[in-house]
C-alpha cells in the first residue's frame, strides 16, 4: 500500500488539486484556507487572482507571499516543502501549515465621523467647536506587516475589527490637520478636497509601518457648527441680505405679529384676537416710523429704497479718544497732533472706533506721520546712559567731559538709543571733541606795558 492509499484509509483525508478563494463578500479582509483533515498532492495548483495575495504559514512562521498567478506545489519547491514534512512521518504527527488568502482590494464606502466636538481657534469667531463626518477607503499594501501586526491568527478577519482603531487615528489627525492649516471656519468648506488629501499623505507612512495598509482616499462630506453658532450665521446672513437693521427688526416684528395672532390660548380667542390686534396696532406704528426712513418692503425683494448713507468724516476730522498726561479727552485729528507735539516723551495712549485696543500714538501710522520731524537736541544738550566709577545715570554732554576730566584715569561707558552697545566715553567723537578743545590761546604779541 503506498503513501497516499495509507492516508486516505487512516486519515479519511480529501485531497485538494487546486487551492484558491472566491469571495463573494465586501468586507472579508483575510480567509485562512481550512487544510484540518485535508492533504496537499503533489504538483496541485494554487491559484491567486487579480486583489489578492497567499501567504503560507510554516510550524507558525511566515513562509513565503504568493502574489496573482497560478503556482505548482511540490516537495521541491521551497516554500512549500515545510507542508509535506509531516507526510514523511506517516500520520503520527498532524499537519503543520496554513494558508492565508488576503484581499488587497480597495475597501471604500467606510465611515468615520467625530464622536465629540474638536474644539478649534479661529481669527474671527475666536474659540469653536466643530463636528465633521465622511468617508474613507483602504486597502492592505504589505500582506507579511498585516498579517502579523494585526490578523495573528484570526481566520475570518472583516474590515468591522480595524474599523475603530482606523477611525480613532484618522479623526485625531483631522483634527491635528485643522489646526495647523488655520483655514478660517467661514472657508473650511472651500478647502474639504485640500484638507482630506493633506490628511491622507500625513497618515499613510504611520499606517503603511504599523498595519501595512495605505489610505488611498479621505473625503471631508461635512464639517459643522454647534446649533447655536449656526444659528447666529444665519441672523448675520439674514441681515445682510435685508441690507439694513431697520428691515430686520420689521421682519422680527411681522413674525411676532403673525404669531400673536394665531395664538388663541390666552384667555379664549377674544383675548387672542385683542392681544394680537394690540401688538399690531403697536407694531405697525412702529413699522410707518420706520418705513417711512427706510422705504417700502417688498417681500420678495425685502427692503426698498432706505436712507442715503452717511460718508465718512473727512481726513483730519475723526474723533479720537486720548488718554495721556493732561488727562482723558475726546479730540480731533488736528487738536490730537498738536497735543501731542507739544510733549512728544509724554506717554499718549489713543482709541477710535474700529481698532481692537489703545495704541500708544508712535504705532498709529496717521499720527506718527502727521506730526512734523522735532529739532534735534543741542550739541551740550544730548544726553547719554553713563557708566563709571560713581554707578550709572544720565548725563548730558557737558557732564560726560567733566566726569572723564575728574578723573582722567577712570573707566567712562556711555551709550545712547540706537547704538549696539557701550562704548568708551573717549571714543564718542563729541566727547573726544569736547575734551581735545582747551582754553583759548592768548593774544599775540604779549601783555601790553604796565602804565607808567
Do not use: C
Not at 96 to 101: A, E, P, V
Not at 246 to 270: F, H, M, P, R
Amino acid at each position: 500500500m503506498g503513501l497516499w492509499d495509507t492516508l486516505k484509509q487512516h486519515a479519511g483525508a480529501q485531497f485538494l488539486d487546486v487551492i484558491q478563494w472566491l469571495d463573494d463578500t465586501n468586507d472579508t479582509m483575510v480567509y485562512r484556507f481550512p487544510i484540518f483533515n485535508q492533504a496537499i498532492t503533489d504538483k496541485s495548483k494554487l491559484v491567486v487572482r487579480e486583489g489578492q495575495a497567499a501567504v503560507f504559514i510554516h510550524e507558525g512562521a511566515m513562509s513565503d507571499v504568493f502574489g496573482p498567478g497560478t503556482y505548482t506545489l511540490d516537495t521541491r519547491n521551497a516554500p512549500i516543502t515545510g507542508f509535506f514534512q509531516s507526510i514523511a512521518y506517516g500520520l503520527n504527527m498532524p499537519y503543520k501549515g496554513d494558508i492565508y488568502f488576503i484581499d488587497t482590494t480597495q475597501f471604500t464606502e467606510n465611515r468615520w465621523g467625530t464622536s465629540n466636538p474638536v474644539m478649534m481657534r479661529d481669527a474671527e469667531f475666536g474659540p469653536v467647536r466643530i463636528r465633521a463626518f465622511g468617508i474613507y477607503s483602504f486597502r492592505v499594501t504589505d500582506p507579511e506587516i498585516f498579517l502579523k501586526q494585526v490578523v495573528g491568527t484570526d481566520g475570518l478577519f472583516t474590515t468591522d475589527e480595524i474599523a475603530g482603531q482606523l477611525k480613532r487615528k484618522l479623526v485625531s489627525g483631522l483634527a491635528d490637520t485643522i489646526g495647523k492649516a488655520k483655514i478660517p471656519v467661514l472657508d473650511l468648506a472651500a478647502n474639504y478636497m485640500d484638507l482630506g488629501d493633506q490628511l491622507r499623505d500625513r497618515m499613510n507612512p504611520a499606517f503603511n509601518e504599523s498595519y501595512g495598509i495605505t489610505l488611498t482616499d479621505f473625503t471631508i462630506e461635512n464639517i459643522s457648527l454647534p446649533a447655536n453658532v449656526e444659528k447666529a450665521l444665519d441672523d448675520r446672513s439674514r441681515m445682510g441680505v435685508l441690507g439694513n437693521l431697520g428691515a430686520y427688526q420689521q421682519l422680527k416684528s411681522a413674525d411676532a405679529i403673525e404669531v400673536a395672532a394665531g395664538n388663541t390660548g390666552l384667555g379664549g380667542a377674544g383675548v387672542g384676537m385683542g392681544v394680537g390686534f394690540g401688538m399690531g396696532n403697536m407694531m405697525g406704528n412702529q413699522m410707518s416710523g420706520s418705513m417711512n426712513q427706510a422705504g417700502p418692503f417688498n417681500a420678495h425683494q425685502g427692503m426698498q429704497g432706505g436712507p442715503a448713507p452717511v460718508p465718512p468724516p473727512m481726513p483730519g476730522q475723526e474723533t479720537w479718544h486720548y488718554n495721556g498726561p493732561t488727562g482723558q479727552a475726546q479730540l480731533k485729528t488736528a487738536e490730537l497732533v498738536q497735543r501731542i507735539g507739544q510733549d512728544r516723551s509724554g506717554n499718549h495712549q489713543v482709541w477710535k472706533a474700529g481698532m481692537a485696543a489703545w495704541k500708544s500714538w508712535k504705532d498709529v501710522p496717521e499720527l506718527a506721520t502727521a506730526l512734523p520731524p522735532g529739532p534735534p537736541p543741542m550739541p551740550s544738550a544730548a544726553s547719554y546712559h553713563y557708566a563709571g566709577a560713581d554707578g550709572q545715570s544720565e548725563k548730558s554732554l557737558d557732564e560726560v567731559v567733566a566726569a572723564v576730566k575728574a578723573d582722567p584715569d577712570g573707566k567712562h561707558h556711555v551709550w545712547q538709543d540706537g547704538w549696539d552697545g557701550w562704548k568708551a566715553a573717549t571714543d564718542v567723537a563729541e566727547v573726544k571733541a569736547a575734551l581735545s578743545a582747551g582754553p583759548p590761546p592768548p593774544p599775540s604779541g604779549g601783555p601790553p606795558p604796565p602804565p607808567m
